[in-house]
């Protein structure tokens, strides 16, 4: 850092010592080749330290401002990271528990396990977004979060079948006519409001090597069994809905990240989608990026 202004509200009286190394000019203190300089804001509190300038390395200024308007306060952030961060309330001294918002966008793919032999539910495509609240209760390293995310999945049903629901509420894929029904396409639609449980551990003090463990609770609002096909050349477009799927699931979760790659996640559920003797014994996998 070959120079740095600091534009001061009120006129900064230097000592002997000082004025030999800084230039004041008006209501402007110029320091050249500063060492360090460390910014703390805490509410409505701001102190900026300088240590070590110019031909003297035991240069010392401190100072305390009032902000009585934070929204003064202007921050750069570098990279995505640092943007997904939004402090709510504490410091960053590391050992002051903290809280803090983030937001969340995942997009990933997966299938549907357990499926009877020879049909298949892949690929299955997934996306979400949202929020947490993330507590720092012993410092930066270790993280508890949790929040809200709206999360919306589709699985491709392969082997010329469709999920179809009989008149007791069962459902089970069935088969198309295939001399008189053609360019058949069938889908597992699901809407889900989704509550992460997370604990999360960097293992550096950049906080660039992450682990995070939890579960994934899924309140599944609204799944639909969706066909397509043509008959006589004319299109056919059916939607099935109340397919008896279970309100609530839950998908263990891991998250890792590392330098250079983007965060890494994995799901799996071991409650089957559908209720008992309601549809088959399938379970939920998926695995993609998140960020």
């Known amino acids: ?114 499926a009877p032999d020879g049909y298949s539910l892949w690929p299955a495509f997934e996306f979400g977004v949202g929020g947490t609240a993330d507590w720092h209760p012993f410092g930066k390293k270790n993280v508890w979060s949790t929040g809200l995310l709206l999360g919306f999945r589709t699985c491709h049903v392969k082997s010329n079948r469709y999920l179809a629901k009989d008149d007791m509420g069962v459902v089970s894929f069935v088969p198309y006519d295939a001399a008189t029904q053609k360019k058949t396409h069938s889908s597992l639609s699901i809407f889900s409001l989704q509550v992460p449980l997370l604990y999360t551990h960097y293992f550096d003090a950049k906080c660039k090597w992450m682990l995070s463990v939890g579960a994934l609770v899924n309140f599944n609002v609204s799944t639909r069994a969706n066909r397509y096909y043509t008959f006589n050349d004319e299109e056919y477009d059916v939607s099935t809905s109340g397919l008896g799927q279970r309100p609530v699931t839950i998908e263990p979760t891991v998250i890792f990240d590392a330098p250079y790659i983007p965060p890494l996640y994995c799901r799996y559920s071991p409650m089957t989608f559908f209720k008992d003797g309601r549809g088959p014994k399938m379970h939920q996998l998926s695995f993609g990026i998140c960020f």
Do not use: C, W
Request: hydrophobic fraction near 40%; avoid cysteine; proline fraction near 4%.
């Open 1 to 114: 850092m070959k120079k740095l202004f600091l534009f001061l509200a009120v006129l900064i009286a230097g000592s002997a010592s000082q004025t030999a190394l800084a230039t004041e000019i008006g209501d402007t203190l110029v320091l050249e080749k500063v060492d360090k300089v460390r910014i703390e804001t805490r509410d409505t509190v701001q102190r900026i330290v300088i240590n070590g300038v110019k031909d003297d390395p035991y240069f010392h200024y401190s100072q305390r401002i009032s902000i009585p308007d934070t929204s003064a306060v202007r921050r750069k952030m570098p990279n995505l990271k640092d943007f997904n961060k939004v402090v709510i309330k504490g410091n960053d001294d590391g050992k002051t528990p903290k809280v803090e918002g983030s937001a969340h966008l995942y997009v990933g793919m997966g299938t549907m396990t357990g």
